[in-house]
């Protein structure tokens, strides 16, 4: 065998070790990728349980905005009662 086909197999060779080291590298890497992914997906429930009160607390506001027009609608017609009634006392004392 000739020296350049000892260098072509060394060169070879070391290009396959570092491609080998490569990949167990990625390999690696998404390991470790997958574990986060897993613990984040635990933390992302843990968000949503924790902010379902802030969800809650707009439709408690949009309810007692309703709550809000209703009791003046009835303060209103409470004072049209009062009105038509106090006219009715006075004409009656008259």
Not at 4 to 10: E, K, L, P, Q
Not at 36 to 60: C, D, F, G, K, Y
Not at 65 to 70: A, F, I, Q, V, W
């Amino acid at each position: 065998m000739s020296p350049a086909w000892i260098t072509g197999f060394v060169i070879s060779g070391a290009v396959i070790v570092v491609v080998a080291a490569l990949l167990l590298y990625i390999l690696a890497q998404a390991r470790r990728i997958r574990g986060l992914a897993s613990v984040a997906a635990v933390v992302v429930s843990e968000i949503e349980a924790n902010t379902q009160p802030i969800w809650q607390l707009h439709r408690t506001a949009k309810m007692a905005s309703g709550l809000d027009e209703t009791v003046q609608a009835i303060a209103a017609n409470t004072t049209r009662v009062a009105d038509a009634l106090e006219g009715q006392t006075a004409r009656k004392a008259a």
